[in-house]
């Protein structure tokens, strides 16, 4: 049973436009959301996140929507470069300890990610 | 901040063979987790250290899996008796107490033939 959820496992967008990556949860004890992007042989790199008390959280290119009535967040790179090409991974959090959810304090549940291809 | 830090950053073994990986984490970092990624698949947790207590295994932790953090610095991931189902890239992360901001180091591909 998925928990973390990214439906689209490919985008590609034209250089200079919006990026628009989604994801959707299910667990209503999530608090904490973040997106890693990940290159080929590489560990993920933490790019930006959003606590659930907030609605939109932004950081150069980069904004983080939250829309916790619809358990959905997603995230807009804009403008899109051909250096944002990667793998997108949503990502959330209960800091709540020793809660039932097949988590722990803190550790990460992950969607399956998805691929953007920024064409010059 | 020299980043997280993973050895090796390849390994090929065959099946049966016992394998140990390193993770030496961001230095003021006292959390440390590993997590594995398999293809197509986001990383899945495995187990986690707040200084040198284990605090959490996740069920995909077999008993042929082992991890210690002895002076909560630097952790070490078991494998024994290793098989094919294995193969994953194993990644190790760190972060500080309080933080939900985890930093990866870049893994260790193991391949079981």
């Known amino acids: 049973d998925q928990q973390v959820k990214q439906n689209s496992p490919s985008l590609s967008v034209q250089e200079g436009r919006i990026s628009i990556l989604n994801c959707d949860y299910t667990n209503s004890m999530f608090d904490y959301f973040l997106w890693y992007k990940k290159y080929p042989a590489e560990g993920p790199t933490f790019l930006i996140s959003i606590s659930s008390i907030k609605d939109k959280n932004e950081d150069g290119r980069f904004t983080v929507f939250l829309n916790k009535s619809a358990k959905h967040l997603s995230l807009h790179i804009v403008p899109s470069q051909p250096g944002d090409s990667a793998v997108y991974f949503c990502?959330?959090?209960?800091?709540?300890?020793?809660?039932?959810?097949?988590?722990?304090?803190?550790?990460?549940?992950f969607g399956k990610g998805t691929k953007l291809s920024v064409k010059p | 901040d020299t980043g997280v830090s993973q050895d090796p950053r390849h390994k090929i073994t065959k099946r049966g063979q016992n394998v140990t990986f390193r993770c030496d984490p961001i230095?003021?970092?006292?959390?440390l987790y590993w997590y594995r990624q398999t293809l197509g698949q986001g990383p899945e947790f495995l187990t986690y250290?707040?200084?040198?207590?284990?605090?959490?295994k996740s069920r995909l932790l077999s008993d042929r899996f082992s991890a210690e953090r002895p002076k909560g610095s630097f952790s070490t991931l078991e494998i024994q008796r290793t098989e094919q189902g294995d193969s994953a890239m194993y990644l190790c992360?760190?972060?500080?107490?309080?933080?939900?901001?985890?930093?990866f180091g870049p893994g260790t591909r193991l391949t079981v033939t």
């Open positions: 230095s003021e970092h006292n959390r």
């Open positions: 250290f707040q200084n040198e207590a284990q605090l959490e």
């Open positions: 992360a760190s972060s500080r107490s309080g933080s939900h901001e985890q930093y």
């Open positions: 990502a959330a959090s209960a800091g709540l300890p020793f809660m039932n959810y097949g988590g722990s304090q803190g550790n990460l549940i």
